[in-house]
Structures are given as C-alpha cells and as structure tokens.
C-alpha cells in the first residue's frame, strides 16, 4: 500500500437509490463483478480490505457526493451507507447541491 488518497467524486451523478451508488462506484473503485453490493460487502472493501486491488493501493478512500437525491439526509439507505464510512481511512464527503 502506498500513501496515497483515492478520490472518488460522484457530484453532477444523478443517485436517487443504493444501487445507483454501487453502479457509481463500481468502475472507480475496481469493485469486482461478484462484490455484494450491500452495506456488508462495502464494509468489508473499505475497512477489511481484500476485496479491490484498487482501493487496497491507497490508505485513504474519499468519495465525494452531493447533497440531493439519495443523499439529502432523509433516505435511511442513505445514512446507514454513511455510517459504514469510518471518517478515517474512509470518508464519505456530502457537498450542497452546486
């Protein structure tokens, strides 16, 4: 592992579910075709580690979304996603819509 930061930035993406978000980050993230696609198994890409050469060649994973859609803080998926995020070596960065 490097030190280094990955940069995920999803603001001007339309995401209105959870799966709209896995779809998003599927690519950037190297998320391989059997990932779970559930709060579980991005858990365990995040934290564990293993599951994405991509993530696992950074320390950090930041991922930028905005604050609109799936992501305006009512959506329960939404913030039980941003409860995975450990604001450490991951984090979860809600922007106000541009």
């Known amino acids: 592992m490097t030190d280094s930061e990955l940069v995920i930035d999803l603001r001007g993406q339309p995401i209105e579910t959870l799966e ?7 690519g950037p993230c190297g998320l391989p075709v ?3 696609r559930n709060l579980d198994a991005w858990a365990d890409t995040i934290d564990t580690r293993g599951i994405s050469d991509v ?21 329960p998926d939404a913030l039980s996603l941003a409860d ?14 541009a």
């Open 20 to 26: 709209d978000f896995w779809d998003a980050v599927a």
């Open 84 to 97: 995975v995020f450990d604001g450490q070596r991951n984090r979860l960065v809600v922007h106000p819509p």
């Open 34 to 36: 059997w990932f779970g």
């Open 55 to 75: 993530i696992d060649r950074h320390d950090l994973l930041t991922v930028h979304v905005e604050q609109r859609g799936f992501f305006t803080g009512q959506h």
